[in-house]
Nanobody, 124 residues
Framework: QLRLVESGGGLVQPGGSVRLSCAAS????????IGWFRQAPGKEREGLSC????????FYANTVKGRFAISRDNAINTVFLQINSLKPDDTAVYYC?????????????????WGRGTQVTVSS
């Protein structure tokens, strides 16, 4: 069974960058499309980006295009999310999950095998 673990979060100053990792165990990541989501206090979980299993196609929510970059290295069973020009509004718990279907659609209900998340706090 696929198990995902996020890491790389922390306290970051506005304007800074962070690289989040989503490491898989229990099953290979190579056959799954992987998405990144975030949830801020009092808000619904928000879809950010998705990458297809081969890494050939990536998708982004309009709100993060240009600042977020998703990538993967199937050789090490890991998907990454690079976030640049961080803003206080980016403060949230960031999650990765695997698509249940053979497509990337950034709706939480389309994903399973959720990790526990990694906290990103943007503050000076």
């Amino acid at each position: 069974q696929l198990r995902l673990v996020e890491s790389g979060g922390g306290l970051v100053q506005p304007g800074g960058s962070v690289r989040l990792s989503c490491a898989a165990s229990g099953s290979t990541l190579a056959s799954r499309h992987i998405g990144w989501f975030r949830q801020a206090p009092g808000k619904e979980r928000e879809g950010l980006s998705c990458i297809r299993s081969t890494g050939g196609s990536t998708f982004y929510a309009n709100t993060v295009k240009g600042r977020f970059a998703i990538s993967r290295d199937n050789a090490i069973n890991t998907v990454f999310l690079q976030i640049n020009s961080l803003k206080p509004d980016d403060t949230a718990v960031y999650y990765c999950a695997a698509s249940r279907f053979d497509y990337c659609a950034l709706t939480p209900g389309n994903f399973n095998s959720w990790g526990r998340g990694t906290q990103v706090t943007v503050s000076s």
